[in-house]
């Protein structure tokens, strides 16, 4: 899959709302281990965190509660649009690259790819949070998309969600990420630490349906050092 087909597989989920992967609901893992972060004095409260291929996803309103600024991107402007309306939220919209970029109080959504996003544009970031975007991605993507993040925010720190389980039992999304790919993707000049690795198919029986064996959530923490 290249990146147009990916773009238009993306569009037409949105389009049909066929997003089983937006939950109704904060990550638990998130408030655990942010909450943990926060304590240890690893990341600070007025920090700006980046969510990329936010979706609608609750966990920003999670960060923007804690005190955080957002910045955002997402491919689907429907997405974006539904993230502002339930967090009750007016923005200002105004033209960005090819796209459009959505802004109110401390939230900030560009609409659009975000290989054609830039540092300069992005400004500042020194937390990015991915639950579910390097597993939306099929292999062929993954090492420049993960490239670009490190271009965008060179000496941020990640948290960092993945699913592991055998790629030949199920197509994706989400694709399986394991922590060979990882450390490949981001331990060079970095810190890679796992916070937390829990075997899930339990509570996921939609994936056991689909032919998985296993299922593994991991989040980790990368301190990015280039």
Known sequence: MDTNSAHEFWHERWHKNEI??????????????????????????????????????????????????????????????????????????????????????????????????????????????????????????????AAQLVALSPRAQMLLITLDYLQSQMPGPPFAVSETYVAEYYQSGSNLTVLKKKEILEYEPSFKQRGLTRLVETIYWIELNN
């Open 20 to 145: 089983g992967f937006h939950l109704p609901e904060v990550h638990s893992w998130l408030k655990r281990q942010w909450a943990s972060l926060l304590e240890q004095g690893k990341v600070k409260r007025q920090g700006r965190v980046f969510v990329p291929l936010c979706g609608k996803t609750l966990d920003i309103g999670y960060f923007l509660a804690l005190g955080h600024k957002v910045v955002a991107c997402e491919l689907s402007e429907k997405a974006v649009q539904e993230l502002f309306t339930q967090l009750a939220l007016q923005p200002k919209i105004s033209p960005w690259g090819e796209g459009v970029c959505y802004e109110a109080q401390d939230l900030c959504v560009y609409v659009g790819d975000i290989f054609t996003l830039n540092a300069q544009t992005l400004g500042q970031v020194d937390y990015i949070y991915d639950r579910a975007a390097l597993i939306a991605l099929p292999a062929s993507i993954r090492k420049a998309y």
